[in-house]
């Protein structure tokens, strides 16, 4: 069973920088694409970032490209959110997921129905 714990939230005020990390439990969790997502008081929970397996590719939501950048360490079996000029509108908790499925594979979904497994969740608020 893969288990995922995040952490790094905090409460921030506006324009500042945080780096969220999301540390998996097994060593195959290197082999799949992993993401990001977050979900406000009364707001269904929104992708944020994915990064496949090797790293290569990412993709990111509109609203956070140019100031959140997702990264993986497989050495450490770690994922990485940095997120730099935060914005009120950032506050949210914050999730990262694994997929089960596509092994290697360098297709990437913003679709929270793919991923399978899913941390606690960390809580990032931003202050105006």
């Known amino acids: 069973q893969v288990q995922l714990v995040e952490s790094g939230g905090e409460l921030v005020q506006a324009g500042a920088s945080l780096r969220l990390s999301c540390a998996a439990s097994?060593?195959?969790?290197?082999?799949?694409?992993m993401g990001w997502f977050r979900q406000a008081p009364g707001k269904e929970r929104e992708f944020v970032a994915a990064?496949?397996?090797?790293?290569?590719?990412?993709s990111y939501e509109n609203s956070v490209k140019g100031r959140f950048s997702i990264s993986r360490d497989n050495a450490k079996n770690t994922v990485y959110l940095q997120m730099n000029s935060l914005k009120p509108e950032d506050t949210a908790v914050y999730y990262c997921?694994?997929?089960?499925?596509?092994?290697?594979?360098?297709?990437?979904?913003?679709?929270?129905?793919?991923?399978?497994?899913w941390g606690q969740g960390t809580q990032v608020t931003v202050s105006s």
């Open positions: 097994v060593r195959t969790t290197t082999n799949y694409a």
């Open positions: 997921a694994q997929r089960r499925d596509m092994y290697r594979s360098n297709y990437l979904s913003a679709d929270r129905n793919h991923y399978t497994y």
């Open positions: 990064i496949t397996w090797n790293g290569g590719r990412t």
